[in-house]
């Protein structure tokens, strides 16, 4: 085993290249506790590899876990979505109770209220205007919806516990919860994403392939295995983890 590896690293010293076709998944081990492995779903076509067309780079998807993808991308994009809707509305109601205790109070604009909100806790801004108490709870809850969204005072909180955190607000069970996520990762109503069950060799199970996340990477940055990309110390390096089929490929194209 070991000296069929080295025998593929001598063999790349005379430029021959680590054999990669479309549909391969290739992986960059992590490279300390704290990282996590990055892999990647190669679409430059077989024929352009073959015939050297694709030159130095090959085009590759990215591939994250259903739980990250999850957690950090579609997540973020749910809350980017809601930013006009809550803004405007939470202008309209802040502008109202200012204008109950001041007629001369002028409206706000949704980009004044996200200023002041950033300057100010929801509880000062709350004071500020003289709400009264019975009818706080409203304008809190609106004004947290806000920071929630735009990532305001939530520590280091992840974009689904921001989204989460809304649904709290406005009394979403924890199966409507569940159900929204299912929904996410539905693959009927994919568009822009493609799930598959496992990638060789990584633990976790459940991984989606972002179909319109293209990157390149240097063909000569990818190893046959994870032992040659070890003894060839490559931080930047990737090793082919396995194919995953046609389906991705019919997918994409």
């Known amino acids: 085993m070991l000296w069929g590896s080295v025998a593929k690293l001598a063999s790349g010293k005379f430029g021959l290249r680590t054999k990669v076709g479309q549909g391969d998944i290739i992986c960059r081990p992590a490279t300390s506790k704290h990282d996590k492995p990055r892999w990647g779903f ?3 076509a077989d024929c352009d590899i073959a015939q050297d067309k694709a030159g130095a780079r090959l085009s590759c998807l990215e591939i994250v876990t259903i739980q990250d993808y999850l957690e950090h991308i579609w997540s973020a ?58 009818k706080q709870k409203q304008h809190l809850e609106v004004l947290e919806i806000i920071e929630l969204v735009f990532g305001i005072r939530t520590a280091e909180a992840t974009a689904l516990q921001r989204l989460r955190g809304i649904w709290i607000i406005q009394g979403s069970s924890p199966k409507t919860m569940r159900s ?16 598959i069950p496992m990638i060789p060799g990584a633990a976790s199970l ?18 046959p295995t994870a032992l040659d990309l070890q003894i060839m110390g490559n931080a930047d390096g990737y090793y082919i983890a396995g194919p995953v089929g046609m389906v991705v490929r019919f997918n994409y194209y």
């Open 42 to 44: 190669v679409v430059t």
């Open 77 to 134: 994009e749910v809350l980017r979505k809601l930013r006009p809707k809550v803004l405007k509305e939470g202008a309209v109601l802040i502008s109202r109770a200012a204008q109950a205790r001041d007629q001369k109070f002028d409206e706000l604009s949704p980009n004044e209220l996200l200023e002041w909100l950033n300057d100010t806790p929801r509880l000062g801004i709350v004071a500020a205007i003289e709400i009264p108490e019975k």
């Open 206 to 223: 459940g991984y989606v392939v972002l179909l319109r996340e293209v990157s390149s990477i240097l063909h000569d940055n990818i190893l």
């Open 180 to 195: 929204r996520l299912e929904q996410a990762i539905d693959y009927n109503q994919a568009t822009d994403f493609h799930l």
